[in-house]
């Protein structure tokens, strides 16, 4: 079973950076997919990015230039890095894992580990 833990959500002004962390505990094995998603109020869940065990990632076209997602394997840390925030960047920010995994899809129904989420507000 894996467990996620995500911190680093806060509230920020538009044009401000935020750090998200994802702490995974458990059992992880060497093929892996894990990811971030996000789900704002009346909406959908999105697949912001994701990254494999190869270290290929995707992001969402509306978030590319200005999140980066990272893996410290040592520490079973993923991070999200988001620049110059919007305010439609506003929402629940979920971490999500799936193990073992031979491909990597930005898709919800992909992942069978969820995190509680971290809540993200961008005010204009």
């Known amino acids: 079973q894996v467990q996620l833990v995500e911190s680093g959500g806060g509230s920020v002004q538009a044009g401000g950076s935020l750090r998200l962390s994802c702490a995974a505990s458990?059992?992880?094995?060497?093929?892996?997919?894990m990811g971030w998603f996000r789900q704002a109020p009346g909406k959908e869940r999105e697949g912001v990015a994701i990254i494999d065990s190869d270290g290929s990632t995707s992001y969402a076209d509306s978030v590319k230039g200005r999140f980066t997602i990272s893996q410290d394997n040592a520490k079973n840390t993923l991070s999200l890095q988001m620049s110059n925030l919007k305010p439609e960047d506003t929402a629940m920010y979920y971490c999500a894992a799936e193990s073992p995994a031979r491909i990597c899809l930005r898709v919800d129904s992909w992942f069978g580990h969820w995190g509680q989420g971290t809540q993200v507000t961008v005010s204009s």
């Open positions: 458990g059992y992880i094995y060497s093929s892996y997919c």
